[in-house]
């Protein structure tokens, strides 16, 4: 079945670029997605992507698509302490599908 | 900016007893879903609602499973007999309308069943 892989832990200084990473393995998913969820919060939709662009960027957000090799990244630019939380990857095969999510990456940023 | 909202934020309930989630949707959207996440676990979709019916649900979402949308604004999730398991966050979230078809969160409700 349909299966979203993330690496579980990133640690980054203040200031640095964050690069999380995603992999997926169906090839029919025409949406990605990045949700960030804070200790104790919901899950925030940071940005997203179609199937058919290989890069989009919002302010300190570029999302990174290699369809190929069914990678995703998101890059989080001047890193801040704000931005701890974790950042769950998730795709879905139609525009209303249901969600497919990672476990999801703790990123941990140290002043 | 309109949101997702969830009753209660966390569910203290005893194994075989019947619990009801709600989840008031943002108001012009059109698709409803409940997730739930079990602690330290991804989060798995249970199933999604549009039109006043079920479009799609997992094999988590049985028979001891139930939605509703008894009214224009709420969305329900009804678990008949809680069994241990079932004690995770659960999740609902809406799309579609002129938002377009990201999906949209709750915060969330804690169900622990003991």
């Known amino acids: 079945g349909e299966d979203v892989e993330q690496s579980l832990f990133l640690s980054v200084r203040e200031g640095d670029s964050s690069v999380i990473n995603c992999t997926y393995t169906?090839?029919?998913?025409?949406?990605l997605y990045w949700y960030k969820q804070e200790p104790g919060a919901g899950l925030q939709l940071l940005t997203y992507i179609f199937s058919n662009m290989d890069m989009k960027q919002d302010q300190r957000l570029t999302v990174l698509l290699n369809k190929k090799d069914k990678h995703l990244s998101l890059r989080i630019a001047d890193t801040q302490t704000g931005d701890s939380a974790i950042y769950f990857c998730?795709?879905?095969?139609?525009?209303?599908?249901?969600?497919?999510f990672g476990k999801g990456t703790k990123l941990s940023v140290k002043p | 900016e309109p949101e997702v909202t969830q009753t209660p934020s966390h569910q203290v309930t005893q194994m075989g007893q019947e619990v009801i989630l709600r989840c008031v949707p943002i108001s012009n959207h059109l698709y409803f879903y409940w997730y739930r996440q079990i602690l330290g676990q991804k989060v798995e979709f249970l199933v999604s609602f549009y039109n006043n019916e079920i479009s799609e649900k997992s094999e988590i979402f049985d028979d001891q499973f139930s939605v509703e949308r008894p009214d224009g604004s709420n969305f329900t999730l009804k678990i008949r007999s809680t069994k241990l398991e079932d004690s995770a966050m659960y999740f609902c979230?809406?799309?579609?309308?002129?938002?377009?078809?990201?999906?949209?969160f709750g915060p969330g409700t804690r169900l622990t069943v003991t």
């Open positions: 979230a809406s799309s579609g309308g002129t938002s377009g078809y990201e999906q949209y």
């Open positions: 998730a795709e879905s095969e139609g525009s209303q599908g249901n969600l497919i």
């Open positions: 169906d090839s029919s998913s025409t949406y």
